[in-house]
């Protein structure tokens, strides 16, 4: 009798386990008594990646290229190859090296505070603000590096992160001083802050709550985001004046250089894994396709958003 009650515990209790481990994998949970039939489905595990209806470098390009890429003139230095872990490793300007660790590629398409426009719908997730004085032979000269950091709201990106840097301010800092210097070791910064080899949340530090950021903020397509900074130019000869950026776009793959925070973040090189279009409001974009971030092609922005003082409001 020990026997047979001893045997019927462990089949009791080795069927629920195997009940626990069929619950954990499939959805619904089968009938042990039952055979399996077509009617049992999978659970489903979100595959994160580019979608296969946007067009990019690794997916296909858009229906039609009329439009597309027409201002590849505008192209600045792109980014470090090494640090490039999804799609094309080189774009930006043919001949111009990066820096070691250089994650984005700038648009020679702007004056001091010309105005920097959003490529998709996004929505503000934090900042950080490099600007500082930098003192060289004996000369002082300013130089410009507000950081955006935004996550893309549009379905042809779901995931996608994108930073702008070397700006002059942004109408998203409405309590920001212009061209203050900065101690580098401790910049003002808040919310989600991105980089090559890492990414992770930060309280405000420095005065960052004076910067006013309208974190969570949507901008659509085509619609403001800053306005173009300078800095020293080469040689310490005058100024240049451009703005620069870099996409976080998310991939199963692990990142390697990622250090700390999300490993399936990937930078890509904007220049040659995205297509770009010129942005006006009737304007058709291709699923995928981006707004090259500046006034082009006829196109302006209302006169009082071409003004570095323009401020949005919290009400958005």
């Not at 109408?171 to 991105?194: F, M, V």
Request: charged share 15%.
């Amino acid at each position: 009798m020990k026997i047979i009650v001893i045997i019927t515990f462990v089949v009791v209790v080795g069927l629920a386990g195997f009940m626990l481990t069929r619950n954990v994998i499939t959805t619904p949970t089968q009938s042990l008594t039952s055979a399996p039939t077509s009617t049992s489905t999978q659970s489903q595990v979100p595959i994160r990646g580019v979608p296969a209806t946007s067009a990019s470098a690794i997916t296909s390009p858009p229906p039609s290229m009329d439009g597309i890429n027409t201002h590849t003139e505008s192209y600045g230095t792109g980014a470090d190859p090494d640090i490039i872990t999804l799609g094309p490793k080189v774009g930006g300007h043919p001949g111009w090296e990066p820096y070691q660790h250089k994650p984005g590629m700038g648009f020679e398409a702007y004056k001091d505070g010309s105005p920097v426009l959003a490529p998709f719908d996004m929505v503000l997730v934090g900042f950080r603000d490099t600007s500082t004085q930098i003192v060289s032979g004996g000369t002082s000269a300013h130089s410009d590096d507000v950081k955006l950091f935004f996550k893309s709201a549009s379905p042809d990106w779901p995931g996608v992160y994108l930073t702008v840097y070397h700006l002059l301010t942004s109408p998203l800092l409405t309590g920001h001083t212009q061209r203050a210097s900065n101690d580098l070791s401790a910049p003002p910064a808040q919310g989600y802050q991105l980089f090559w080899d890492g990414n992770y949340t930060v309280s405000p530090t420095g005065n960052a709550t004076s910067y006013g950021a309208l974190i969570g903020y949507k901008v659509k397509r085509g619609e403001l985001i800053g306005f173009a900074g300078t800095v020293p130019a080469p040689g310490s000869v005058g100024t240049h004046s451009f703005a620069d950026f870099y996409f976080d776009v998310p991939d199963t793959s692990v990142n390697p250089n990622i250090q700390k925070g999300d490993v399936h973040l990937h930078l890509v090189q904007p220049g040659s894994f995205f297509y770009w279009k010129s942005y006006s409001p009737d304007a058709t974009f291709p699923s995928g396709v981006l707004a090259y971030p500046f006034e082009t092609d006829g196109y302006k922005l209302p006169a009082e958003q071409r003004d570095v003082d323009y401020k949005y409001t919290s009400k958005k």
